[in-house]
């Protein structure tokens, strides 16, 4: 079973960076999509950017486009989501989604991950 960990969480001012890592259990991630999605109190899950691995494609929430950037880690077991210029409205429970995927069309809908790790905070605040 694939589990992922999330890290990189924490408290940051506004127009702050921070860089959240994901690792998963397997070796590589060749053959998954990956994807970030988060959650505030009292709003629904909403995802917010994903990636397939083998194919590089991209999505990005237009909330957050121009401002977060995912990639691929150099182990090819880690996805980063780098966030910058961040907003108190960025604050939320931040998620890493993966689902076995070999297409080089990006797919971020929530219900579409099937592993999930356990989430790590991040508040934006002054």
């Known amino acids: 079973q694939l589990q992922l960990v999330e890290s990189g969480g924490g408290l940051v001012q506004p127009g702050g960076s921070l860089r959240l890592s994901c690792a998963a259990s397997?070796?590589?991630?060749?053959?998954?999509?990956i994807g970030w999605f988060r959650q505030a109190p009292g709003k629904e899950r909403e995802a917010i950017s994903c990636i397939t691995i083998r194919y590089g494609s991209t999505y990005y929430a237009d909330s957050v486009k121009g401002r977060f950037t995912i990639s691929r880690g150099n182990a090819k077991n880690t996805v980063y989501l780098q966030m910058s210029s961040l907003k108190p409205e960025d604050t939320a429970v931040y998620y890493c989604?993966?689902?076995?995927?070999?297409?080089?069309?990006?797919?971020?809908?929530?219900?579409?991950?099937?592993?999930w790790g356990q989430g790590t905070q991040v508040t934006v605040s002054s």
């Open positions: 989604a993966a689902i076995q995927w070999n297409s080089p069309q990006v797919m971020c809908v929530p219900s579409g991950y099937v592993y």
């Open positions: 397997l070796f590589t991630l060749d053959y998954y999509a």
